[in-house]
């Protein structure tokens, strides 16, 4: 889970049990929530090391390099798979880096975030990665000092806890652990997700790499950009090695993800997609929003259209699960040509006339949009057989897929038959 969260309320689940014995009556609460984790200010200082391949336990962005695919696995690292042979694909290494969930690569060098900085790391020998420069102050809004701790608050992790109450007492509103910290709130209780959501390079420089729809980052040119729940921060990375922060813009949306397309910025929000002028890459400067409901929505563009899904769950606090096409030829009024229900759309990829959309664990559904407004009537291939959070159509012929239960390569030489290549599952 991502330690950058937007801590809000809703009701908790609680499960009771009875007893009664000698008239004396007890009720067992069980409660979910989650826990902080703490760092102290030395255990911040930023580490990479290579260390041997390990399993799939909890996958989160992937990431394609020359013959190299990276998956990040969540708050630990990244997996460094040779796929030399797509049929065969081999793990070579992890490299470990403590609170990452986002990257990107062009050139050498590796951007990757930890718990508080921008790191750059020379790739160039990919088994003895270095960190050659660090950009303190990446996620400097969320990282939350406890003073009466003296360590910060970089995570959370669920617990699940039984307590016994008598039947004639009234259950307190809050739950406290031995040290008088709240622990549960039994009324109003739920910690939202901000990042369960990847983003192409859009430069398509020589040695520029490339992720899905759900990513927080982006080299663009000679740019860097990086965006959380509330800002855009902007880097001129013409020395790769040493990033320079330029510019820091307000986003005031519950921003989630960002897809750079041409000169400008598809964010995706909790409130909908904005769009913002690139032509000056050190300002981008908003240009309109498409409005929704809020959810959760990931976007891609091609052409004049843009793809946006919504989905409920997580921080979304809605019930909303469907797939928006968007006119956006005029820039300044992007205007919804039809919506499609679906049943939990996540990440999304479309090359040419076919839409490739993640369901979670409804699988991978892929569409013929060659007629935008009877998408729902052209589903070409559904497989519910594979859980399907992130895409990345990488060719007409091969598609990266990631899940909950792994890393997928699939062949969409045929979109109407799809076959899948070879798995890496979680626990391989």
Not at 415 to 425: D, E, K, N, T
């Amino acid at each position: 889970m991502n330690r950058l969260l937007l801590i809000l309320l809703s009701i908790s689940t609680i499960f009771f049990f009875q007893s009664c014995e000698d008239n004396d009556c007890t009720t067992e609460y069980t409660f979910q929530s989650w826990t902080p984790v703490y760092k102290s200010a030395e255990e911040l200082v930023p580490t990479v090391e290579y260390v041997a391949s390990r399993e799939l336990e909890s996958p989160g962005k992937i990431y394609y390099y020359g013959k190299y695919i990276l998956i990040n696995e969540k708050n630990q690292g990244v997996h460094i798979i040779d796929n030399s042979d797509i049929t065969n694909p081999q793990k070579v290494g992890f490299i470990a880096i403590e609170g990452n969930l986002d990257m990107g690569l062009k050139g050498d060098y590796l951007y990757a975030d930890d718990y508080y900085n921008l790191l750059v790391i020379d790739i160039s020998d990919i088994t003895a990665p270095e960190i050659v420069s660090t950009v303190p102050g990446l996620k400097d809004e969320y990282l939350y000092f406890d003073e009466a701790r003296g360590e910060y608050i970089v995570d959370y992790s669920l617990i699940e806890e039984t307590r016994e109450f008598s039947c004639e007492d009234e259950v307190p509103f809050e739950i406290t652990d031995d040290a008088g910290n709240v622990l549960y709130n039994v009324d109003v209780w739920r910690v939202f997700e901000v990042d369960d959501l990847l983003v192409a390079d859009a430069a398509g420089a020589p040695g520029g790499g490339g992720g899905g729809s759900l990513a927080r980052l982006a080299f663009v040119r000679d740019h860097f950009y990086y965006v959380n729940q509330q800002s855009l921060k902007v880097f001129d990375t013409q020395d790769l090695a040493n990033p320079d922060l330029l510019n820091t813009v307000y986003l005031p949306w519950g921003v989630e993800t960002m897809f750079p397309y041409k000169d400008k910025l598809f964010i995706g929000a909790n409130d909908g997609m904005h769009i913002m002028d690139n032509r000056d890459p050190a300002n981008p400067i908003h240009i309109s929003t498409f409005q929704h409901a809020r959810a959760c929505d990931p976007v891609v563009v091609s052409d004049d259209i843009a793809y946006v899904t919504l989905r409920d769950g997580s921080e979304c606090q809605n019930f909303i699960n469907q797939l928006d096409v968007v006119d956006v030829s005029n820039i300044r009024e992007p205007e919804l040509i039809a919506s499609f229900p679906m049943e939990h759309p996540h990440g999304l990829s479309v090359r040419e006339e076919t839409l490739y959309l993640c369901e979670g664990e409804h699988g991978l559904k892929i569409f013929d949009v060659s007629n935008i407004e009877e998408i729902h009537e052209n589903l070409l291939a559904h497989n519910d057989q594979l859980h399907a959070y992130d895409v990345i159509s990488l060719s007409s012929e091969l598609l990266l897929m990631v899940g909950d239960d792994g890393f997928y390569q699939i062949d969409v030489s045929d979109p109407g038959s799809p076959s899948l290549l070879s798995a890496i599952r979680i626990g391989e």
